[in-house]
């Protein structure tokens, strides 16, 4: 299938191109002022109210734009969803997270320790999936405030494991990270670790 992108609002247009350029995504843009009627069987983003005969069509609002480009996105590699969402939390100085859906890098980003755990709960929240795993370096000056803002409020729809970060700072040429401080997030995202106990979803690893 094919990802069509027809948005009439520019300031979100902009907003969706960018991130789907950011992710590599392969898309097409028509150059009518209206919907072309030869679009049947794409996968449509857009923001006015339409149909696609055997397609999809993911409608976009300033509120959830986001989370339509990743449902667009899973679609595009036909799911529903992702099995896997693994998020790795450096706790350095700031900590760094990266996202991991299904052995590809999503999302990435630095915040401040009181604001990383927002950060977080804002992508499982983005990021259509099955299962949720967040894990955590095990050393770094922000360990202990991370776990604490994760056992605040509402419980955290993941299971939080505590990482041995020992050669986590290597690159990761796998999913191709050269940034070091990213490198060590995906790192840390992709090794088991212990689970937190109360903090976040109890479940089998």
Same mark, same amino acid.
């Not at 590599?24 to 030869?38: C, H, W």
């Not at 986001?66 to 899973?74: D, S």
């Not at 990761?172 to 689970?195: C, P």
């Given at each position: ?23 590599? *995504?392969?898309? #097409? ?15 449509? =983003?857009?923001?006015?109210? !339409? ?5 999809? !069509? ?21 799911? #529903?969803?992702?099995?896997? =969402? ?14 991991? *859906?299904?052995?590809? =890098? ?45 056992? *605040? ?8 494991? =505590? ?30 670790? !212990? ?11």
């Amino acid at each position: 299938m094919r990802l069509v992108v027809f948005i009439e609002d520019p300031r979100m247009f902009r907003r969706v191109v960018e991130e789907l350029r950011r992710r590599g *995504a392969a898309f #097409t843009v028509p150059r009518e002022p209206s919907l072309p009627k030869d679009i049947s069987g794409a996968i449509l =983003l857009t923001d006015v109210d !339409v149909q696609v005969d055997d397609g999809r !069509v993911f409608r976009v609002t300033p509120d959830d734009w986001e989370r339509r480009v990743e449902e667009a996105l899973c679609a595009l590699r036909g799911k #529903t969803a992702y099995h896997e =969402l693994l998020v790795g939390v450096d706790p350095g100085e700031p900590p760094i997270y990266a996202v991991v *859906a299904d052995g590809e =890098l999503v999302a990435h980003g630095a915040a401040d320790p009181e604001r990383v755990v927002d950060e977080i709960r804002r992508l499982l929240e983005r990021v259509p999936h099955m299962r949720a795993v967040v894990r955590i370096g095990d050393s770094g000056p922000n360990v202990d405030t991370i776990i604490e803002q994760l056992a *605040a409020g509402e419980p955290l729809p993941a299971r939080v494991e =505590l990482v041995d970060e020992r050669g986590t700072s290597k690159r990761n040429l796998r999913l191709q990270v050269k940034d070091r401080d990213v490198a060590s997030a995906v790192n840390i995202a992709l090794r088991r670790g !212990v689970w937190v106990e109360g903090v976040g979803k109890v479940e089998d690893s």
